[in-house]
């Protein structure tokens, strides 16, 4: 097994991504390699101040970098040489089996889009993002950026892609999928989502049990949770705002330090054909471990061929 990390890509990146590496490799097993996308001169004295012999990792040096703040598809194919751009080159030829970054987030959605490219079937492939749950636990919401605007038939399909993911990488039985609304009545809602919900609900390979409005994020009405990714994008803003203002407020909570995005590492693209995980901007060491952690379940739980199967069938 490889997985790929850009290491160049985030606020706080070579360090922090570098740091997250070598925590993340020491849980791997030895058949489990990291290969790191970058400019390996820049990782050398990191591995060196940490006492890390470089063999441990796989390195594919870039001499180029796509900041956070330039256009995804323009950059994407004006640096051929960048290490997002080598990194999908890599994923697309098989050479690594997922690839991870906490770099331009547009960036890595051109580049999942069109190298290893949606899965046949797949209307438009989803970012999805893990929300705490009051009891325990968590569930999954997408779409949370990737289709600002959507149509019924994505919902649906968003439905099946977050119901698989659920049940093969977290082990969540059966997941409850539902439908993000201004209310629990069937006929509520605009007209995408009442356009959704008679289409979700005869959908036999995912266990619908209706709407639910914003009120319900956090408890356990749901597994998953469908919406459009302009709407589930304000609502992950705002869930990461609660975790801010608590340590701002120096307010000490179970529930609330389950939303550190640190714990979850990042949010996996579903309905492309390898694992393609997008970090937070600020990703630390800790995120970046667990978003390879994270890229390893992805690859031994087969999801992308669990998904392939599904829409065959």
Do not use: H, Q, R, W
């Given at each position: 097994m490889k997985i790929g990390l850009d290491f160049m890509g985030g606020d706080?990146?070579?360090?922090?991504?570098v740091l997250g590496a070598i925590a993340a490799q020491k849980v791997l097993s030895p058949d489990q390699k990291i290969v790191l996308f970058g400019d390996k001169e820049q990782a050398m004295p990191i591995l060196a101040e940490h006492e890390i012999d470089p063999s441990c990792f796989e390195f594919v040096h870039a001499t180029e970098v796509i900041g956070m703040g330039e256009h995804p598809t323009k950059a994407i194919t004006q640096k051929p040489n960048s290490s997002i751009s080598l990194g999908f080159q890599y994923l697309k030829e098989g050479k690594i089996d997922s690839f991870a970054s906490a770099g331009n987030t547009g960036a890595m959605l051109?580049?999942?889009m069109f190298s290893v490219r949606p899965i046949e079937g797949v209307l438009r492939p989803?970012?999805?993002?893990?929300?705490p749950k009051l009891k325990s636990g968590f569930g999954i919401m997408l779409d949370v950026g990737a289709n600002a605007d959507c149509k019924p038939e994505m919902l649906t399909q968003f439905g099946l892609l977050g119901s698989i993911f659920a049940e093969s990488v977290y082990g969540i039985s059966n997941p409850k999928v539902a439908l993000m609304n201004i209310g629990e009545e069937e006929e509520k809602g605009n007209i995408v989502s009442m356009g959704a919900y008679p289409l979700m609900k005869a959908e036999k390979q995912y266990n619908f049990v209706g709407n639910v409005e914003g009120r319900d994020l956090f408890?356990?009405?749901a597994?998953?949770?469908?919406?459009?990714?302009?709407?589930?994008?304000?609502?992950?803003?705002?869930a990461e705002t609660f975790y801010v203002l608590t340590l701002k407020k120096g307010f000490k909570d179970e529930f609330f330090d389950r939303f550190n995005y640190e714990q979850y590492g990042g949010s996996p693209i579903l309905g492309v054909n390898a694992p393609v995980i997008i970090g937070h901007g600020i990703s630390s060491?800790?995120?970046?471990?667990?978003?390879?952690?994270?890229?390893?379940t992805m690859i031994e739980s087969k999801l992308v061929d669990?998904?392939?199967?599904?829409?065959?069938s």
């Open positions: 706080y990146a070579p360090k922090a991504a051109v580049g999942a989803a970012i999805a993002t893990n929300v408890n356990d009405k597994d998953v949770i469908v919406c459009d990714g302009f709407t589930g994008n304000v609502m992950l803003k705002l060491p800790e995120a970046i471990k667990n978003m390879l952690l994270l890229s390893k669990k998904i392939k199967s599904a829409l065959n």
